[in-house]
């Protein structure tokens, strides 16, 4: 079942990897998963000498589809449970796959997605209530057991969401609303079936996750996950706790999460995140953040932060503004968190801290005391050359994690595209390059870097341009879709990233 072992990666001491979540998997099943086509790019990583593979968060999308605004920051996103291992499992025969969505196989089309899964689950749901196999039922039972503290208190808040016909909790009967200890007891009788059914989910997903991982492993690779700072308000955390959250006593939030207003936007940003009670998260020992590095550290060897500026002072905006500009600086934990981490889960915490945006020297000195490594995304640096945070030839530590560019940039290729004649310019002096596959210049700036990681999203490594971003910061819909074929990864393709990565020592 779970893993909470890590393999360490003994050579080389500089690593290379690449950054894709698995729903841009190939799959015949609408959206990618953890079967077949997860094995095969690890087999593409090992064989081209890659160490890393870096995910989005993996937990249960809500509106948007968004993996940052997930409805629990410890259960997984069914979504990306196999069919074809379903099929394997005998919770699934190949007559019930039929029917999957079709359209773009390089676009995830969540509504069609959902309704189709949501089926194939419902028949393995079925399937496993006459099942003879008595492991498998005896695995589940201890699952249930091992996970209770976040599993019971999920999958009664996805059992309400169902009851109440997807509605947000906030809208809830009162006494659900409230749930109180006699409430959730209450409901989790009425709604007995419907709560195995989540927890049956979510062991589907340990058990196919657990499995690639462990093949992971075997192919000495390690796997970077990530988690955003905030939580959702419509979250089973704000739900369950919500005692540790800057909400009313109705869970309606008094303050919420953005940033101020800055060369990019005049308004600020304003995500609308319920903000946390530090003092209240103190007062346990900061238990729920335990809890919740431990649990994604039994799903992932490294964990990147979202926004780990807010540790040491969040934005913080009256819930009544409609836009970021009228909040204020106010001061996170520090290092108390992380202190409060390090005596429970160990001194050594495989952190990456994401630290772009507002940077103070402040934040730079808690990232530093830590020891977490940050992040530099080279497309930063090109376009401002004077800025020494983020071009290659200022960097004056290992200790860092480069990117050619992440989730929320546009790839390599169209960000080139899009840029004026002087910043084209620079780059294809400072790589000694024509600019035509630009994105396969820049995995090279970064592999040759002093960086001890180097990461580069998948599209960077197949030249695609605009139409295949994974997300555009501040647009609500159609994000989060992209997919590439399995022959993407051409044999030439593998050939040039694996004589790249030897020539850079990583």
């Given at each position: 079942?779970?893993?909470?072992?890590?393999?360490?990666?003994?050579?080389?001491?500089?690593?290379?990897?690449?950054?894709?979540?698995?729903?841009?998997?190939?799959?015949?099943?609408?959206?990618?998963?953890?079967?077949?086509?997860?094995?095969?790019?690890?087999?593409?990583?090992?064989?081209?000498?890659?160490?890393?593979?870096?995910?989005?968060?993996?937990?249960?999308?809500?509106?948007?589809?968004?993996?940052?605004?997930?409805?629990?920051?410890?259960?997984?996103?069914?979504?990306?449970?196999?069919?074809?291992?379903?099929?394997?499992?005998?919770?699934?025969?190949?007559?019930?796959?039929?029917?999957?969505?079709?359209?773009?196989?390089?676009?995830?089309?969540?509504?069609?997605?959902?309704?189709?899964?949501?089926?194939?689950?419902?028949?393995?749901?079925?399937?496993?209530?006459?099942?003879?196999?008595?492991?498998?039922?005896?695995?589940?039972?201890?699952?249930?057991?091992?996970?209770?503290?976040?599993?019971?208190?999920?999958?009664?808040?996805?059992?309400?969401?169902?009851?109440?016909?997807?509605?947000?909790?906030?809208?809830?009967?009162?006494?659900?609303?409230?749930?109180?200890?006699?409430?959730?007891?209450?409901?989790?009788?009425?709604?007995?079936?419907?709560?195995?059914?989540?927890?049956?989910?979510?062991?589907?997903?340990?058990?196919?996750?657990?499995?690639?991982?462990?093949?992971?492993?075997?192919?000495?690779?390690?796997?970077?996950?990530?988690?955003?700072?905030?939580?959702?308000?419509?979250?089973?955390?704000?739900?369950?706790?919500?005692?540790?959250?800057?909400?009313?006593?109705?869970?309606?939030?008094?303050?919420?999460?953005?940033?101020?207003?800055?060369?990019?936007?005049?308004?600020?940003?304003?995500?609308?995140?319920?903000?946390?009670?530090?003092?209240?998260?103190?007062?346990?020992?900061?238990?729920?953040?335990?809890?919740?590095?431990?649990?994604?550290?039994?799903?992932?060897?490294?964990?990147?932060?979202?926004?780990?500026?807010?540790?040491?002072?969040?934005?913080?905006?009256?819930?009544?503004?409609?836009?970021?500009?009228?909040?204020?600086?106010?001061?996170?934990?520090?290092?108390?968190?992380?202190?409060?981490?390090?005596?429970?889960?160990?001194?050594?915490?495989?952190?990456?801290?994401?630290?772009?945006?507002?940077?103070?020297?402040e934040v730079e000195a808690l990232r530093d005391s830590l020891g977490f490594p940050g992040m530099k995304v080279l497309q930063f640096g090109f376009e401002n050359m004077?800025?020494?945070?983020?071009?290659?030839?200022?960097?004056?530590?290992?200790?860092?994690?480069?990117?050619?560019?992440?989730?929320?940039?546009?790839?390599?290729?169209?960000?080139?595209?899009?840029?004026?004649?002087?910043?084209?310019?620079?780059?294809?002096?400072?790589?000694?390059?024509?600019?035509?596959?630009?994105?396969?210049?820049?995995?090279?700036?970064?592999?040759?870097?002093?960086?001890?990681?180097?990461?580069?999203?998948?599209?960077?490594?197949?030249?695609?341009?605009?139409?295949?971003?994974?997300?555009?910061?501040?647009?609500?819909?159609?994000?989060?879709?992209?997919?590439?074929?399995?022959?993407?990864?051409?044999?030439?393709?593998?050939?040039?990233?694996?004589?790249?990565?030897?020539?850079?020592?990583?």
């Amino acid at each position: 079942m779970e893993t909470t072992e890590r393999k360490p990666v003994t050579k080389p001491s500089r690593f290379s990897g690449i950054l894709v979540h698995p729903t841009s998997f190939p799959s015949p099943y609408g959206i990618g998963d953890l079967g077949p086509a997860a094995r095969d790019f690890i087999d593409f990583l090992a064989r081209t000498g890659q160490h890393l593979w870096q995910v989005l968060p993996l937990g249960p999308t809500g509106f948007g589809d968004s993996p940052y605004q997930s409805f629990s920051s410890f259960a997984g996103q069914p979504l990306l449970i196999s069919p074809d291992l379903l099929v394997e499992a005998g919770l699934l025969t190949k007559e019930d796959l039929a029917g999957a969505p079709e359209g773009d196989p390089r676009r995830v089309d969540y509504g069609a997605v959902i309704g189709y899964k949501n089926g194939l689950f419902r028949k393995a749901y079925d399937a496993f209530a006459h099942t003879p196999d008595k492991t498998m039922i005896e695995d589940f039972n201890t699952f249930c057991v091992k996970q209770r503290e976040w599993l019971d208190d999920y999958a009664l808040f996805m059992a309400g969401k169902d009851a109440h016909e997807g509605r947000c909790w906030l809208d809830w009967e009162d006494d659900l609303r409230t749930a109180s200890p006699a409430a959730k007891a209450a409901w989790t009788k009425k709604l007995a079936d419907s709560v195995r059914y989540y927890k049956f989910l979510q062991f589907l997903f340990q058990v196919q996750w657990d499995a690639l991982r462990a093949y992971a492993h075997e192919n000495e690779v390690e796997i970077i996950g990530d988690i955003p700072i905030f939580v959702s308000t419509d979250s089973c955390d704000i739900w369950a706790d919500r005692d540790l959250f800057q909400v009313d006593t109705k869970g309606y939030p008094t303050s919420v999460a953005g940033v101020p207003p800055d060369y990019f936007s005049a308004t600020g940003q304003l995500w609308g995140n319920p903000l946390y009670d530090w003092d209240k998260h103190e007062a346990t020992g900061f238990t729920w953040w335990i809890r919740r590095i431990r649990r994604q550290l039994t799903l992932v060897d490294h964990l990147r932060i979202d926004h780990f500026r807010g540790f040491e002072a969040y934005w913080s905006v009256p819930a009544d503004e409609e836009t970021a500009m009228n909040g204020a600086w106010v001061k996170g934990p520090g290092d108390k968190l992380f202190r409060a981490l390090s005596r429970v889960l160990g001194s050594d915490l495989p952190i990456l801290a994401e630290d772009l945006g507002l940077i103070t020297p402040e934040v730079e000195a808690l990232r530093d005391s830590l020891g977490f490594p940050g992040m530099k995304v080279l497309q930063f640096g090109f376009e401002n050359m004077e800025d020494d945070n983020y071009i290659p030839h200022f960097y004056t530590t290992p200790n860092c994690v480069c990117y050619t560019g992440t989730h929320d940039n546009d790839t390599v290729m169209g960000w080139y595209a899009s840029q004026p004649e002087e910043v084209r310019d620079r780059v294809r002096r400072y790589g000694n390059t024509d600019g035509n596959m630009v994105s396969l210049d820049f995995i090279r700036f970064a592999m040759a870097s002093i960086a001890r990681f180097c990461i580069f999203p998948i599209q960077d490594l197949l030249l695609m341009g605009s139409d295949a971003r994974m997300n555009r910061p501040g647009e609500a819909c159609a994000n989060w879709s992209f997919r590439y074929l399995a022959q993407d990864l051409t044999q030439d393709r593998a050939d040039w990233l694996a004589a790249t990565t030897k020539l850079f020592g990583r």
